[in-house]
C-alpha cells in the first residue's frame, strides 16, 4: 500500500497516539502501584558519574574542573537505530551541519569549534581521516556504544595533543563492564523503511574474563536529500551499514591483564549530485573501524597500561577521488597514587598516512598529496588532587610533529568547595591543531591547495560555579578562547574556487549552563549555551563564524517506574550563519522527541522513539546564489524495536 504524504502523516499521527496512549495506560496502572514499589525497585539514574577521559584516570566528574558529560548505557537506549551523532546533537553545547538525512555528510560544532578540532578517540585510539579531519560519526551505530564521554574546551590539548582545541570525545564499545553472561537480540522497523536487527553475545567468568560480540545491519530507504530538484536528485537518498564489534580482557594475574577491542562498519550512503554524475544512485561506499590491543598492571598504588591500536577510514564516492586513512598508535600510560594526590606520565607514537586514488584526473594532472603521512612523537604528565576542600589539576604535554616541528602545550585548573554541594573554579589551557592535508595539497575543480598555511594555536579560560547533591546536578560555566591562525575555507573570488586561510585572530566565548534533577519517580532539566564565535580580524571582524548559531538549548521531563520509563524534550538551534559576512542566514528551528522504554518481562524490553512531533520543515544546511541548495532534514519519524536477553 502506498500512502500519500498527507495520508502517511496522518497515519503516523495515529501511530503516535496510540503509542501514548499504551504509555499512558502504563503509567496509570503502574501509579496504582507505585505504593507497594520501593526505590530499589527502580532504574536507578547516576547523576556523579565516573569519567576516565578528563584525567585518564578514573574519576567523579563532582571533581573535575573542566567541563564533562557523560552518555551513559540508559540515556544511549532511547537512540536504538540511530547514530552517535544523533546523540550528540542533543548535548550541551553541540550543533550539528548535516547533507540530508542518516549516513550524509555531516559535521558537528562544540562552543563554536568544528569536529575537526574535537579529537575522537574509540576505545582509547585515534578515530578520523586525515584528509578531511573529520570522524565519521554519522555512520557509528549507538546501539553498539557502552558510553560516551565528553570533555569540553581545551585542557584536553595538554592531555591528548593536536586536534582537542575544541575538546575530546571517547567512545567505549560495549562489553568493558559485562557483570554476567548474556545473549540479546534486537528488531526494529522505523520511518522510510528503517530496518535494524542485531544480536550481542556477552560472556563472563568467575575469574574475571570477558568477551563481547555484536553484529548489527542497519538500513532506511531514506529522504530525498536536496530539496525540491528535478531529476536524479528528486529521488530517495538511502544508508544501509554492517556493523560488528569486539571486546574482551583477561586477567593473566592478580595484578596484570590484557585485552582487545574491536569496531568494524561498512556503509553505502545515497546523496544528491545536482544532477550531475551516474545517475539516480549516486553513492558513497565507505570503511570505518579499529582495532586494538592492550596490556595493564595494576597494584594498590601503580597502575601501568600499554595498548597499540590502528584506525581505518575509508570513503570513495564514486564520482570524486577516494581516500584511505589509518592512524597508527602505541601508548604508555602510568599512574602513581602520591601521599596527596595522583601523579600520571606517559609516552605516544602517532603516525598517520593517507592515500589518494584519483578517479577524476585533470590536464593538470592526477591529483596527489605532497606529503602523505607524518609521524607524532609524545610525551606528557599530570598531577591531580581531589581532597574535600578543593580539587587541582596540572598537565603538560610536548610534541614533536615530522611536518610541522615541536609544540608545548599546558593546562591549570583549581575549584574551591565553598560548601559541601558548592564549588566554585576556574581553568587554563593552550591548545594547537595541525593543517589536514586536504587543507594543505588537495585541488580539485572547486578547491587550491595552500601549503602556507600555519597551525592554529588558543589560549583559553574557563570559569564555574556548580552545585552537585543527591537530587540535581547544576553548572553554570563561562569560556572565551582566543584563536589565532584559525583555518577556514573561504571562497576566492578572482579564481572562483575555495582555498583554506588562516584567519589572524578567532574569539570563542560564551557560557553553557546545564541542570539535571532527579526526584522521585521524575527526571527533569534542561541546558542552554550562547556562543559567540566570532572574526577579530580582517574584513568580517565582529561577525560570527558560518554554521555556528549563538544559542542552542534543550530542555526535558520524564518519568519512571518499575516497568517503563517516558521522556519528552524540546531541542532549540537558533539562527545561524551560512556566509562569513552574515549576510544570509539559516532559519532557527524547535523540535520536540518523545522516547521511551516498556519492561514487558524482566528479558523483553520495547524501546520506542519519536523525532520532531510538531512536523517541522528545517534544515542544518543551504546555500544562496548560482548554486543554490537546501539540504532537507527529515519531518515526523519514528522508531520501535524490540529487545530479548537472555541471562
Known amino acids: 500500500m502506498v500512502l500519500s504524504r498527507s ?52 574519576t567523579k566528574t563532582s ?103 575544541g575538546g575530546v570525545i571517547q567512545i567505549f564499545t560495549k562489553g568493558s563492564d559485562v557483570e554476567q553472561t548474556n545473549f540479546s537480540v534486537t528488531a526494529g522497523v522505523g520511518s522510510h523503511d528503517h530496518y535494524v536487527y542485531g544480536a550481542a553475545a556477552q560472556f563472563a567468568n568467575t575469574q574475571g574474563a570477558k568477551l563481547s560480540l555484536s553484529a548489527s545491519r542497519n538500513q532506511t530507504k531514506g529522504i530525498s536529500a536536496l530539496e525540491n530538484r528535478p531529476g536524479n536528485d528528486a529521488d530517495d537518498d538511502g544508508f544501509k551499514s554492517n556493523n560488528f564489534a569486539l571486546n574482551a580482557s583477561i586477567p593473566l594475574t592478580k595484578n596484570i591483564s590484557v585485552g582487545a577491542t574491536g569496531l568494524f562498519a561498512k556503509s553505502t550512503t545515497e546523496f544528491d549530485n545536482f544532477s550531475f554524475g551516474p545517475g539516480p544512485n549516486a553513492e558513497t561506499d565507505q570503511e570505518n573501524g579499529l582495532v586494538s590491543a592492550f ?74 598529496y605532497k606529503v602523505n603521512d607524518r609521524d607524532i612523537k609524545s610525551g606528557f604528565a599530570g598531577y591531580q588532587v581531589n581532597e574535600d576542600a578543593f580539587d587541582f589539576q596540572a598537565n603538560v604535554r610536548f610534541d614533536d610533529n615530522s ?127 550562547r556562543t559567540e564565535a566570532e572574526e577579530r580580524s580582517g574584513i568580517n571582524k565582529g561577525k560570527q563564524l558560518v554554521y555556528r548559531p549563538e544559542n542552542t538549548g534543550l530542555i526535558y521531563i520524564g518519568y519512571r517506574a518499575a516497568d517503563f520509563d517516558i521522556r519528552t524534550e524540546a531541542e532549540y538551534v537558533g539562527k545561524t550563519y551560512n556566509v562569513a559576512d552574515n549576510s544570509t542566514f539559516i532559519d532557527d528551528y524547535t523540535l520536540f522527541n518523545i522516547s521511551g522504554n516498556y519492561y514487558l518481562s524482566p528479558n523483553l524490553t520495547w524501546t520506542s522513539r519519536i523525532n520532531n512531533l510538531t512536523n517541522v520543515d528545517y534544515s542544518t544546511n543551504e546555500s544562496f546564489g548560482e548554486y543554490a541548495s537546501r539540504y532537507n532534514q527529515d519531518g515526523t519519524n519514528f522508531f520501535t524495536s524490540l529487545t530479548y536477553n537472555w541471562f
Do not use: H
Request: hydrophobic share 35%.
Open 403 to 529: 611536518q610541522f616541528g615541536n609544540e608545548t602545550t599546558f593546562g591549570l585548573g583549581y575549584a574551591v568547595k565553598l560548601a559541601p554541594s558548592l564549588r566554585l573554579g576556574t581553568s587554563f589551557a593552550t591548545g594547537y591543531r595541525a593543517p589536514t592535508l586536504n587543507d594543505l595539497y588537495i585541488e580539485s575543480e572547486y578547491y587550491v591547495p595552500n601549503e602556507d598555511l600555519k597551525v592554529e594555536k588558543s589560549k583559553n579560560i574557563e570559569v564555574f560555579i556548580e552545585s552537585n547533591t543527591a537530587i540535581q546536578n547544576t553548572r553554570l560555566t563561562a569560556f572565551n578562547s582566543d584563536v589565532d591562525n584559525l583555518i577556514d575555507n573561504r571562497y576566492i573570488d578572482t579564481i572562483k574556487k575555495y582555498q583554506a586561510l588562516n584567519i589572524d585572530q578567532a574569539k570563542l566565548s560564551g557560557y553553557s549552563f546545564t541542570s539535571d534533577w532527579q526526584l522521585s519517580n521524575i527526571l527533569l532539566g534542561g541546558q542552554y549555551t
Open 63 to 165: 571533581n573535575v574542573i573542566a567541563q564533562t558529560r557523560v552518555v551513559n548505557k540508559e540515556e544511549l537506549r532511547r537512540f536504538q537505530g540511530q547514530t552517535v551523532m544523533e546523540v550528540l546533537r542533543r548535548q550541551p553545547g553541540f550543533s550539528i551541519k548535516q547533507d540530508g538525512g542518516m549516513g550524509t555528510n555531516s559535521n558537528f560544532y562544540l562552543r563554536g569549534y568544528d569536529s575537526k578540532r574535537v579529537l575522537v578517540f574509540i576505545d582509547g585510539i585515534r578515530y578520523g581521516s586525515m584528509s578531511s579531519g573529520q570522524p565519521a560519526l554519522g555512520l557509528l551505530p549507538a546501539d553498539q556504544i557502552d558510553r560516551i564521554e565528553i570533555l569540553y574546551g581545551a585542557s584536553g590539548s595538554s592531555i591528548y595533543g593536536s586536534d582537542a582545541m
Open 295 to 368: 596490556s595493564q598492571y595494576e597494584n594498590d598504588k601503580l597502575t601501568v597500561r600499554l595498548s597499540a591500536g590502528q584506525s581505518l577510514d575509508k570513503l570513495d564516492n564514486k564520482v570524486g577521488d577516494a581516500f584511505e586513512t589509518k592512524q597508527k598508535q602505541v601508548n604508555l600510560i602510568s599512574s602513581y597514587k602520591l601521599p596527596v594526590g595522583n601523579f600520571q606520565a606517559g609516552a605516544e607514537w602517532l603516525q598517520q598516512e593517507v592515500e589518494l586514488t584519483d578517479n577524476t584526473p585533470s590536464s593538470n594532472g592526477k591529483d596527489q
Open 7 to 58: 495520508s502517511s502523516t496522518t497515519y503516523l499521527r495515529l501511530c503516535i497516539l496510540s503509542a501514548l496512549g499504551v504509555f499512558a495506560m502504563s503509567a496509570t496502572a503502574a501509579t496504582t502501584e507505585l505504593d507497594s514499589v520501593s526505590d530499589n525497585d527502580l532504574p536507578q539514574v547516576e547523576l556523579d558519574e565516573i569519567i576516565v577521559t578528563a584525567t585518564r584516570t578514573p
